[in-house]
Nanobody, 122 residues
Framework: QVQLVESGGGLVQAGGSLRLSCAASGRTFSNYAMAWFRQAPGKERDFVAGIRWGASSTLYADSVKGRFTISRDNAKNMLYLQMNSLKPEDTAVYSC???????????????WGQGTQVTVSS
């Protein structure tokens, strides 16, 4: 079992930045690939970014490439998402998730946090 708790969401103006954090506890964090997903009201859950267990490889949705950066600190059991140049369309609930391998398909992720709201005003 892996427990995940996100933090760092909030309200920001377009063009601004936020850093999301995800604290993990339970089973060995470093064994899991980690990812961020987001879901806006009335829309499906979308993959945002993912990172393999050794941080050797990352994957980004086209919509966030060049603006968002995913990173992890296995010694601290932490996952991060640095979000720059935010746009109103980035508004959503952002959740971190853990899986045995890195996928963009949310259905294969075993563990989820409760989510944190990010709102970008125009």
């Amino acid at each position: 079992q892996v427990q995940l708790v996100e933090s760092g969401g909030g309200l920001v103006q377009a063009g601004g930045s936020l850093r999301l954090s995800c604290a993990a506890s339970g089973r060995t964090f470093s064994n899991y690939a980690m990812a961020w997903f987001r879901q806006a009201p009335g829309k499906e859950r979308d993959f945002v970014a993912g990172i393999r267990w050794g941080a050797s490889s990352t994957l980004y949705a086209d919509s966030v490439k060049g603006r968002f950066t995913i990173s992890r600190d296995n010694a601290k059991n932490m996952l991060y998402l640095q979000m720059n140049s935010l746009k109103p369309e980035d508004t959503a609930v952002y959740s971190c998730a853990a899986a045995r391998a890195l996928y963009s398909d949310y259905t294969v992720y075993d563990y989820w946090g409760q989510g944190t709201q990010v709102t970008v005003s125009s």
